[in-house]
Structures are given as C-alpha cells and as structure tokens.
C-alpha cells in the first residue's frame, strides 16, 4: 500500500491574532529555525504565553545563506534532499509551482510565508542570545540572555530547545600525522564554487555535503579528490521520473519495509565500485541517505578522483591508506556535526559521541519542563517531525494531553532508543536516527492515547469535587 503525503489547500490569508492565556505555562523557545518555527506555531495557536529568542536577526536557521546567526551551513548551491511534499509542514504546502527539491532560497521563503500566514512572526525576539538554562530551586528554569537591550534573566515553565544540530562542526579527533601546509575548512564554512577556483581540492567525508562540494569542485578547482574512509549507497533523486521518496509505507508497516524501499531505491539507482567509490559494508537501509545526481558523471568524466581515508599529510601533499598520494591546497573536511548545548551545562546535559536518550526524541525524564524539538535524524525531513513533536507539546502545557508513569516512559525511552540504533551502523551520524514514517505514525498514537488519559483524569477530578 503506497503512501502519499495528503494535499492541503494553501491559501494566502493571514489567521487573526490569538490571544495567550496567561494562565498556562510561562514558556521559552530557544531558535527561530524550521524547529523553532513549527515550535512557536505550536505555542501560538494554542495560545500559551511564550518567548522566542533567535540569536541572528532572521528566521530560518541553516536554509538562510549567511544567516546574521553566523550558525547557517547553507552554501549557494544547496537544494533539499526531501521532496517538497514530504518535507512541508501538514498544515502549509510548499508553493505548486516549486521544483521537486526545492532551492535553499525558496525554503527559507517557504518560511517567512508560514511565519506570516499564522501570523506569530511578531513574538520572535531579534539580535538576543540565550546565555544559560538553570533549573531554579521551585523546579523552574532560569533563562539568561543577552540582546538590544543588554542582558536580561527571566524565569519559565517550560523551555522549548530547538538551536538545531548542525551547528557545532565535528573536526578529526586525534588529528592524522604529519603537517599540512594548505588551507583547512569544514563544511560548515563553504558557501560556493568561489572558494574552491584554481585550487588543489581534497574533500573529505561521503554525506550529501561532501558530495556536493566535491561535485562543484570537479567544474571549479584545479583538481577535485573525494576521500571516503567507509563506503556509502549514494542514490539519485530521481528515479523514473519521479522523486524517490515520493512513495513511503504506512508507519505502522515494520521496519524492513522502508528498509526494502530504501534498498530498492539504492540498487535501481545503480552501484558505486565501478566508478571507484569503496563498496559499503552495510546494506541499503543501514545507514542514513545519501543523494548526488551528478556525482557519478563527475567521476566517470575524470573530473573527480577517489581515494580511501587518509594516512598522513607531507605538507602539500595527503598520503592515504593505499599508499597513493595526491597534491591538495585545500581541504574541506565534511564529516558532521557535533551536538551542544552551550546554554546548558554539561551536569544538566551532555551528549558524548552525539548520543542523548530522549523519550520521543523530546523528553527526558530526568529534566521536567525541558523539552527537545527537531533533535533527530530522520529518515526524510526534520520539519514535519519538528512540528509534530510541537504539537505534542502543546497539548501538554495547554492541558490536553497527560503523561503515562514514569516508568513507562523510561522503558519506551531506552526500548526506542535502542531500537533505532540497532538499525543503522554504529557511528556518532546516527544516534539521533528515526524512521520518519514510524516516527509520525508513534507520536501520533501517544497523542490520542495521553489525551484520553487527560480527559478521564478530569472526568474523575470533576467526579470527586461533586462527592
């Protein structure tokens, strides 16, 4: 049974104002990224009062090319590697007339539309930045900032986090031996083809940023070498014509299912060896996407070289583990993320190899009141997962929605949490990994389930105040 994300009809009004009731909890959005966005829609529409604080002076977070925020990793040729429908939120479709894989430009327009449509733009504040989280001694949290009108501490509730995790470059740890003499940047500061012109390119890493820059690179630099220490399924975006993740199973349906999907999609996009890519260790499915059009052209063109991981650098030159050698100037180093928090301190949480047990990727017991929004990694999109864990929220603070024991959360926390490991290779990349399909259909599940709990708890309060 195919899966098709539902049309919604787009209309270009902009919602009334909504008013807050101040006798819901006081609450802190820490963002204004796409998680920060569906977050403050959340909050909005069920009127709970709430601050937004973004540290830059625009909305978007990573899809702003230079965002003020000075965090944005967008380069000038980034387009999504989800399709428009499945990426969009469920109540606000991407234009029609938009391609199949957006530009980074049209998303961020995307989101000044839906800031505007729902009309809660005005409660972001600007230019302020969220110094530390503490807990108070009455179980509140103490917000520090620091912004126009100098630094400031409020008290809240609740604290939606949603500062993003691709921020925080990860660099090699412990560096290779040897000295390098040439340039050194990670992928979190390339912006176009400008910086790579007439060099000795090296990129190093096999996510879709690596692919990209070395794909600009093979038309831009001198000479473009792609170093992969482990092997990757690289699919096409397109296949028969189609976006390829424009056909999805119900999240109910088992995990092997979207894994057969993805292996299909992999296979039909056809294998890497012979255009000297490393073949991978672990099956289609096992690792999280990867997507290039161009890049097995740009190989079989002799635009692109492929070598293995590195074993040492002599200065102008990077030696790898095949004994080859390649002449570099510059080397792009495209190999993620780190996850922080530097708001929060490493007592309250900390990440170590980008690993943190969250129930429902948003709760953790241990810290009531502090919820996590976008922190994921998904098989598809963060933006609808984003807004659904948004919406879950909402329900809580407003009181539509009441908890299972701790003990159960604890269980599902570590049972899911486990779950989603044991299904990709084990590597820092995919600690936050969820199925996006499972993950809608899970939280929506738990949705309707807490709000019947909310609604025969106040069915029995209301039975005991009449007594």
């Known amino acids: 049974m195919a899966y098709f994300v539902k049309p919604v009809h787009r209309s270009a009004a902009v919602m009334a104002p909504i008013a807050c009731d101040e006798s819901l909890p006081k609450t802190c959005v820490i963002g204004a990224g796409s998680s920060g966005l569906a977050a403050a829609k959340a909050l909005y529409l069920a009127g709970i009062p709430f601050d937004c604080f973004e540290k830059g002076s625009e909305i978007g ?49 995307y989101f000044e539309q839906y ?22 001694e009455d179980g509140r949290w103490k917000v520090d900032i620091e912004g126009p009108e100098g630094a400031q501490s409020r008290i809240y509730e609740a604290i939606l986090v949603a500062n993003g995790h691709h921020w925080d470059p990860h660099w ?28 000795d390119l090296l990129v190093v890493g096999a996510g879709n940023s690596a692919m990209d820059i070395t794909v600009a690179g093979a038309d831009r630099a001198k000479s473009a070498t792609l170093s992969i220490r482990r092997g990757q399924w690289v699919m096409r975006k397109f296949l028969f014509g189609k976006a390829t993740d424009q056909i999805a199973f119900p999240g109910w349906i088992p995990w092997w299912a979207t894994r057969l999907r993805l292996r299909v999609g992999a296979l039909a996009s056809g294998g890497l060896k012979k255009y000297g890519l490393p073949k991978p260790a672990h099956a289609p499915g096992q690792s999280h996407p990867v997507q290039s059009e161009e890049i097995r052209t740009q190989i079989a063109a002799g635009k692109i070289t492929v070598r293995p991981g590195i074993r040492r650098f002599d200065a102008d030159h990077v030696e790898f583990t095949d004994g080859t050698r390649t002449r570099a100037d510059l080397i792009v180093w495209a190999i993620g993320y780190k996850v922080t928090f530097p708001f929060l301190d ?5 990440p170590e190899e980008n690993e943190l047990a969250l ?22 999109a963060v933006m609808p997962l984003a807004e659904a864990q948004s919406a879950w929220i909402a329900d809580l603070l407003s009181g539509g929605y009441f908890p299972p ?20 290779y084990e590597s820092p990349r995919h600690t936050m990994e969820v199925d996006f399909d499972y993950f809608l259909w899970d939280l929506a599940r738990e949705r309707k389930a807490g709000a019947k709990r909310a609604e025969d708890r106040s069915k029995h309060h209301e039975f005991v105040s009449t007594k």
């Open 61 to 109: 977070g990573n899809w702003l090319l230079d965002n003020p925020n000075g965090q944005s990793a967008c380069y000038q040729s980034l387009e999504i590697n989800t399709s428009c429908p499945r990426m969009a939120f469920s109540d606000f479709p991407m234009p029609a007339d938009y391609p199949a894989y957006a530009r980074h430009d049209q998303v961020h327009a």
């Open 346 to 350: 490493f007592t309250v949480i900390n």
């Open 359 to 380: 129930w429902k990727r948003t709760v953790h017991p241990d810290l009531p009141g502090l919820y996590f929004i976008g922190l994921l990694q998904p098989v598809g």
């Open 172 to 199: 090699p740890e412990p560096s290779y031996p040897g000295t390098f003499t040439g340039e050194q940047i990670h992928a979190h500061d390339y912006r176009s083809g400008d910086q790579l012109e007439g060099r």
């Open 405 to 424: 024991t701790e003990a159960q959360i604890r269980k599902q926390m570590m049972t899911d949490h486990e779950r989603n490991k044991s299904r990709f």
């Open 115 to 136: 800031a505007a449509h729902f009309g809660f733009r005005h409660t972001i504040t600007f230019r302020t930045n969220v110094v530390a989280v503490t807990r108070t």
